[in-house]
């Protein structure tokens, strides 16, 4: 079975000495495990798992659609034990966790967002047209 080969999402030191943010989406997009996750935010092992069962207690997302797990029995209860996430939860965490990696990657996501891409359509039963930004 082929693997597939997973994007990258990395902060780098630029030529003028600013960060910027390298974004390569692999054919299977952006899939990070912890110790990815520690080294791209800058923070702490501890810090990425209780943000991680933050955002899954408060169900921001489901799970089986955004992260890669193995189910664990702790006693009577089922819990997941996550071994990777997908892009929909490295943004969130990126606007949970405090670090200054974390505040570059906001930027730039929020940057990506409202950066005007040029898609006209037109809103259906109406006369007005509309643009994506």
């Known amino acids: ?78 819990c997941y034990d996550i071994t990777e996430v997908n892009l929909e939860v490295i943004i969130a965490l990126s606007f949970h966790l405090e670090s200054s990696n974390a505040a570059i990657l906001r930027k730039w996501f929020t940057g990506q967002i409202i950066k005007p891409k040029g898609y006209d359509f037109p809103l259906a039963g109406s006369d007005f047209r509309f643009s994506l930004n």
């Open 1 to 78: 079975m082929k693997k597939e080969e997973k994007g990258i999402l990395s902060i780098n030191m630029g030529m003028d000495n600013h960060p910027v943010v390298i974004y390569h989406p692999g054919e299977a997009g952006i899939w990070m495990d912890k110790n990815e996750l520690c080294e791209l935010f800058g923070v702490s092992m501890l810090e990425i798992e209780t943000c991680t069962g933050f955002l899954v207690k408060i169900k921001l997302f489901r799970i089986e659609e955004c992260c890669r797990y193995h189910m664990v029995q702790k006693g009577s209860r089922i």
